[in-house]
């Protein structure tokens, strides 16, 4: 399988190109550049995988939540390239690609929106509970009392994990153990099915944009 991933919901835009379960190259780009860097990326790490567009298989791209513009610009970007070039498209979760490669048990991920506005997923089992809005109305949705078990924490910054600590959590901090994010989301979509077009691929923004965010959702749904 050879899978050229991109992704801009993680802060930044990356490129990645996984062959054989390896990444094999990878670009990682700082700000929301996707529009304008983005084709120079994409064409750095095929060359540096030395592959042509024509031997891909398929194409992976991260789908939020996370940063609006970048997560707009990014996948609009890779289902334009997914037409064009004739190859399903894998949509991958950032909650997945920030937690891909650990193997938690137990374990909050959280991306981080505008300013003092989250996304946060809690997983303990079988049990999922996911919200996005302000940092602690989501941590009260997802989380349930602390206890005495050690909670790792995904991708938080230090506002979030202080919150936590106040909170009475035994945090252990855990930076992404695949990077850039478009690695990440290169191998995740090794093992996930591409969506049935193009089309059907849509943001997870996490938020509604400022303006129109009444207070804060809650969803609840399978990993």
Do not use: C
Not at 79 to 92: D, E, H, N, T
Not at 180 to 205: C, Q
């Amino acid at each position: 399988m050879k899978l050229l991933a991109v992704e801009g919901a993680l802060g930044g835009f990356s490129a990645a190109v996984a062959v054989r379960g390896e990444i094999v190259a990878s670009r990682q780009l700082a700000g929301n550049v996707a529009l304008e860097a983005g084709l120079g990326a994409v064409g750095e790490v095929l060359r540096a995988a030395e592959l042509d567009r024509r031997e891909l298989d398929r194409l992976a791209v991260g789908i939020g939540p996370g940063g609006f513009t970048g997560l707009r610009i990014t996948i609009a970007y890779a289902k334009s390239l997914a037409q064009a070039w004739g190859l399903p498209l894998v949509p991958i979760s950032s909650f997945d690609a920030l937690a891909f490669g650990g193997s938690f048990e137990r374990a909050l991920e959280v991306v981080v929106g505008r300013t003092g506005v989250i996304s946060a997923r809690y997983r303990d089992g079988a049990e999922v509970r996911r919200a996005s809005g302000p940092t602690a109305e989501v941590l009260a949705a997802v989380l349930p009392p602390a206890d005495h078990r050690p909670l790792p924490v995904v991708g938080a910054p230090e506002d979030v994990l202080g919150a936590l600590a106040e909170g009475g959590f035994i945090v252990e901090s855990q930076a992404p153990l695949v990077t850039p994010p478009a690695a990440a989301v290169a191998l995740a979509a090794l093992l996930a099915h591409p969506a049935e077009s193009a089309h059907a691929v849509r943001a997870d923004y996490g938020e509604a944009p400022a303006a129109k965010l009444p207070g804060f959702t809650k969803t609840a749904r399978p990993r």
